[in-house]
Nanobody
Framework: VQLVESGGGLVQPGGSLRLSCAAS????????MRWYRQAPGKERELVAG????????DYADSVKGRFTISRDNAKNTVYLQMNSLKPEDTAVYYC?????????WGQGTQVTVSS
């Protein structure tokens, strides 16, 4: 199982970023996918999740209305569109899948929101 995140960077408050997570080594279309984030000195927190078919999504209260999770099963990729970014969104963002009772993580991508 391999998960590779990309798309992070430095953005001003109010700006947007789109994160991508390319998956391989498993049947991507069969699995629920999640994005987590971890800010310096804080625990990792769930940001968003999406069902295998992409028909149901769930979000942390802190990002509802600003972030959108989506997936393209033909490309084995899950996305996180982040709009109206705030300094408190600064964190390393990870995609993850739980497969055969084990949660797998990507290496993460840094998002920094600062003027």
């Amino acid at each position: 199982v391999q998960l590779v995140e990309s798309g992070g960077g430095l953005v001003q408050p109010g700006g947007s970023l789109r994160l991508s997570c390319a998956a391989s080594g498993f049947t991507f279309s069969n699995y629920y996918m999640r994005w987590y984030r971890q800010a310096p000195g804080k625990e990792r927190e769930l940001v968003a999740g999406i069902t295998s078919a992409g028909d149901t999504t769930d979000y942390a209260d802190s990002v509802k209305g600003r972030f959108t999770i989506s997936r393209d099963n033909a490309k084995n990729t899950v996305y996180l569109q982040m709009n109206s970014l705030k300094p408190e969104d600064t964190a390393v963002y990870y995609c993850t899948v739980r497969r055969l009772g084990v949660r797998k993580w990507g290496q993460g991508t840094q998002v920094t929101v600062s003027s």
